[in-house]
């Protein structure tokens, strides 16, 4: 039950709940990323508690690619470890996956995910489908 609340606040960011959720506790990051912060409410405490719970089952789906950030962030289509396993440079901390994308050719920029990435992480974004309408991602 807290899980799906979780999952609930990760998915249904219009909703009520998840805007007061988020502003009180993770205004600049999101469900995934939030910490428990200091004088937490009952709730708050109780969802946290399955936040590992939500992130070992979450995913992102790419659009875009402008929300979602490159490191540290479950986007990967792979059951066991949907993050980059690839060492991540300091500079680059804060890079997007627009940034691995050719959006005008509709591609992975392949030279750039094979200068940063492992092949395990290079096989796996390669995988994922770059779509036409680039809407946000979810």
């Known amino acids: 039950m807290l899980a799906k609340q979780g999952w609930r606040i990760l998915n249904e960011s219009n909703t009520l709940v998840s805007a007061i959720m988020k502003a009180k506790y993770f205004p600049n990051t999101d469900f995934l990323s939030a910490q428990l912060g200091s004088n937490p409410s009952y709730v708050w405490r109780s969802i946290m508690s399955a936040q590992e719970t939500v992130r070992m089952g979450a995913r992102r789906k790419i659009g875009d690619g402008a929300d979602t ?4 962030v479950p986007w990967l289509p792979d059951k066991e470890n949907g993050c980059l396993t690839s060492y991540m440079p300091e500079r680059l901390r ?14 992975w920029e392949t030279d750039i995910l094979q200068d940063i990435c492992n092949t ?19």
């Open 69 to 72: 950030k490159v490191w540290g």
């Open 94 to 107: 804060e890079s997007r996956v627009q940034n691995l994308m050719d959006i005008e050719g509709q591609r």
């Open 120 to 138: 395990r992480d290079v096989e796996l974004i390669l995988r994922i489908p770059i779509p036409m309408n680039k809407g946000k991602d979810a």
